[in-house]
C-alpha cells in the first residue's frame, strides 16, 4: 500500500551515510520513482490529538536507500510492504534486514562491518551472524576488523576509493601509523594521478611494513634504559625526540636501507638469498590463511593469535635487521671503494 513519508519512521541509527552512487540511484528515483515497496512494521498508535485524527506510523525495517532517495526528491508518498515483527524488537528488525541485504554483491566492507556490530551489541554472537548471512566466521570478523580504521579510510572504503585487501593491510597498524602510512598512500596515488585502489598490493603492502617497523623502532627508542653512563644499547636519548617527530625522514630511510638490502642480494646473486623478515611475514600469513578456515565460534581462533603475536614480533625485530643489512651494505661499499 502506499502511505505518506511523513509516517515513516526512522532510527537514527538507521540513517544511511552518503554511499558510491548515491547521485546517480537518487537520479533514477528522481525519473522514475520507487519501484520496489520498502519494509515496514506498523508501531503503536500514539495518543489521538484533541484537535485532528492522528496518522498511523510504520517504523522502517528494511530500503533506507529507497526512502533517503524519495525524501531527497520530495516524493510524497512511498509503497510499503508491511512485516510482522515485533514494534519493540530491535534486534528481529535488524536480523531481517541483514539478511535481506546479504544478497545484495554491491554492499561495501564497512557498511558491513557497522551492520555485524549492530547485531552483536544487540546480543548476537559471531556464530548466530554466520549462521544467519550463510557466511563464514572468518568473514564476519574480518569485516568487523574494518570499523577499527580511521575515520577517513573508512569513508574510503566505503566510496569505493581503496579495497578490502589495502584496507586489511592497513589494519596491521595502529591508529597514528595509520595516518602516516593513509597520507603516504595519497602521495603515491597522487603521482600516478589516481586513487589509492590503483596503488598495487604489493607497494601497500610494503608501506604498511615500513611504518610498522618505525613504530616500533620509535617504541624502541623511548623505552631504552639507561647505563651509569647515560648509555643504553647504542641509542642516546635526545635522538628519541628526533625519532617521534621525523615519520617521513625515517621512512625514507627505512626504504634507502631495504633497497640497498635486495640490490646487494642481486648484485651477488644469490638465488637462494632469503630474506627473513619476507619469510617469517609470508608464515604470519599462512597462519592467517589457516585462521580464516578455522573454528572460531567462542571467539579468535589460536591459530590468529599466533599470527598476531608473530606479526608484532616482526616489528620488534624488523628495524634491527634492516639496521644490520644497511651497516653491513655501508661495510661492503667501502671495501670496494677501497680496492
Do not use: C
Request: a neutral charge; charged letters at 30%; aromatic letters at 6%.
Amino acid at each position: 500500500m502506499k502511505v505518506l513519508l511523513s509516517q515513516i519512521v526512522v532510527r537514527q541509527d538507521d540513517l544511511p551515510d552518503e554511499w558510491l552512487g548515491a547521485h546517480e540511484f537518487t537520479a533514477s528515483i528522481q525519473e522514475r520513482g520507487v519501484q520496489q515497496p520498502i519494509q515496514v512494521v506498523r508501531l503503536l498508535d500514539a495518543p489521538r490529538s484533541k484537535y485532528k485524527k492522528n496518522m498511523p506510523r510504520y517504523l522502517l525495517i528494511h530500503g533506507r536507500h529507497r526512502w533517503w532517495a524519495a525524501k531527497r526528491t520530495r516524493q510524497k508518498e512511498i509503497d510499503v510492504e508491511m512485516v510482522k515483527l515485533d514494534p519493540n524488537n530491535r534486534r528481529q528488525h535488524l536480523e531481517f534486514a541483514l539478511v535481506s541485504n546479504e544478497v545484495q554483491t554491491d554492499v561495501d566492507a564497512v557498511t558491513r562491518g557497522k551492520r555485524y556490530q549492530q547485531l552483536i551489541d544487540e546480543g548476537a554472537t559471531v556464530q548466530e551472524i554466520a549462521e544467519l548471512t550463510k557466511k563464514s566466521i572468518a568473514f564476519i570478523y574480518q569485516h568487523l576488523d574494518m570499523l577499527k580504521l580511521n575515520p577517513p579510510i573508512q569513508q574510503a572504503v566505503q566510496w569505493g576509493r581503496v579495497l578490502f585487501s589495502q584496507a586489511r593491510e592497513l589494519l596491521r597498524l595502529d591508529a597514528d601509523a595509520q595516518t602516516e602510512a593513509w597520507n603516504e598512500l595519497i602521495s603515491r596515488a597522487q603521482t600516478r594521478n589516481g586513487e589509492i585502489k590503483d596503488v598495487p598490493l604489493n607497494e601497500v603492502r610494503n608501506v604498511v611494513r615500513a611504518f610498522k617497523a618505525l613504530d616500533a623502532a620509535q617504541s624502541k627508542h623511548i623505552e631504552i634504559k639507561h647505563d651509569g653512563n647515560g648509555n643504553g644499547n647504542g641509542f642516546h636519548r635526545e635522538n628519541v625526540n628526533a625519532v617521534r617527530d621525523d615519520w617521513s625522514g625515517m621512512y625514507q630511510n627505512y626504504l634507502r636501507a631495504n633497497s640497498l638490502a635486495t640490490q646487494q642480494a642481486e648484485d651477488k646473486n644469490h638465488g637462494d638469498a632469503i630474506d627473513p623478515v619476507a619469510m617469517l611475514e609470508e608464515i604470519a600469513q599462512e597462519l592467517m590463511t589457516h585462521a580464516d578456515v578455522s573454528d572460531e565460534r567462542n571467539g579468535e581462533s589460536h591459530t590468529r593469535k599466533l599470527a598476531r603475536k608473530l606479526y608484532s614480533t616482526i616489528a620488534q625485530i624488523e628495524p634491527l635487521l634492516r639496521q644490520a643489512q644497511f651497516k653491513n651494505i655501508a661495510s661492503n661499499g667501502n671495501g670496494r671503494r677501497q680496492q
